[in-house]
């Protein structure tokens, strides 16, 4: 990404917000960026939950990378099945739609 676009995204950034932004580069590429829009008040005080999950999701695609990428296959592979599996009735007369999950839920 240029040096013009990381600016306009970080001032488009809403405050009080930590972000992890992928970009696609290509099929098999992506960047990543990371932005904490918090103001930290004391530095020393202990970090919220959100600041702590931000630096475990970016250790985990340090250094777990290829699991990550192997759960998000399996999650999208998962969905899919989910969708094949719901069947949607629609019926006009009434204009209620009936979801049918399935014996599985």
């Known amino acids: ?3 013009d676009k990381k600016t306009i995204e970080r001032f488009t950034l809403l405050p009080n917000r930590y972000y992890i932004i992928l970009e ?3 099929e098999e590429q992506f960047t990543l960026s990371a932005y904490d829009t918090t103001k ?4 020393d005080d202990l970090p919220c939950a959100a600041s702590v999950a931000q630096e475990g999701l970016l250790e985990m695609l340090d250094t777990h990378f290829d699991r990550v990428i192997t759960l998000g ?5 998962m969905r899919k099945g989910l969708e094949r599996e ?3 009735k629609h019926t006009s007369k009434d204009n209620i739609i009936k979801v049918d999950f ?3 839920q």
């Open 24 to 26: 696609k580069v290509d």
């Open 73 to 77: 296959a399996s999650r999208i592979e």
């Open 1 to 3: 990404m240029s040096d």
């Open 86 to 88: 719901v069947k949607l």
């Open 102 to 104: 399935g014996e599985k």
């Open 40 to 43: 930290v008040d004391n530095p």
